[in-house]
T-cell receptor, first 114, second 120 residues
């Protein structure tokens, strides 16, 4: 089955710097890759997603890149702010199935130091 | 749009009692909802997929008689933890998948705020 690895497990940056989180997946049939932000004691919030027919997607300070050949995708946050501090999860899914299950990475705790 | 709610947000119960958690899609109909469990500082573990009008599909290792799931309408799924024990204490999160026309992607899942269960 699908396996998603995520690195780093913790990341500390200074306010204004960029942050990059990387994920690799094992199932070459996976074609949907969302990123979620989870604040303490809350449910995950979808922040950006990308499908396999696109190599890059950007939404203001957040961008995601996908390398299908290498089977890895990355989240880029520019001009980080203290409110970006949270746990970030990547996930992978194969569309077309009956359930489209999301397989999650292990999470990255991002701390933005003011 | 695509808001998912859960109730209660937290519950404390005695060992041996049953606890019901509700998951609602507030502004869309969801034929499929998912139930996850999350341990502290860990990732989300899929427990089961809930399909409206049919039996839930449980992941390997999840006891279906322990975690009863009912998806009786297009906006409501419930998870009942039966005869709860301290090891069932966890953060339970549901998600719902809206129709493609709402999210633009058939795979998109929107998550509820979670329910923290503490079994004494």
């Amino acid at each position: 089955g699908e396996n998603v690895e995520q690195h780093p497990s913790t990341l500390s940056v200074q306010e204004g710097d960029s942050a990059v989180i990387k994920c690799t997946y094992s199932d070459s049939a996976s074609n949907y890759f969302p990123w979620y932000k989870q604040e303490l004691g809350k449910g995950p919030q979808l922040i950006i997603d990308i499908r396999s027919n696109v190599g890059e997607k950007k939404d203001q300070r957040i961008a995601v890149t996908l390398n299908k050949t290498a089977k890895h995708f990355s989240l880029h946050i520019t001009e980080t702010q203290p409110e970006d501090s949270a746990v970030y999860f990547c996930a992978a899914s194969r569309s077309g199935g009956a359930t489209n299950k999301l397989i999650f990475g292990t999470g990255t705790l991002l701390a933005v130091q003011p | 749009g695509a808001v998912v709610s859960q109730h209660p947000s937290r519950v404390i119960c005695k060992s041996g009692t049953s606890v019901k958690i509700e998951c609602r899609s507030l502004d869309f109909q969801a034929t499929t909802m998912f139930w996850y469990r999350q341990f502290p500082k860990k990732s989300l573990m899929l427990m089961a997929t809930s399909n409206e009008g049919s039996k839930a599909t449980y992941e390997q290792g999840v006891e279906k008689d322990k975690f009863l799931i009912n998806h009786a309408s297009l906006t409501l799924s419930t998870l009942t933890v039966t005869s709860a024990h301290p090891e069932d204490s966890s953060f339970y999160i549901c998600s719902a998948r809206p129709p493609t026309g709402v999210s633009g992607r058939p795979e998109t899942q929107y998550f509820g705020p979670g329910t923290r269960l503490l079994v004494l």
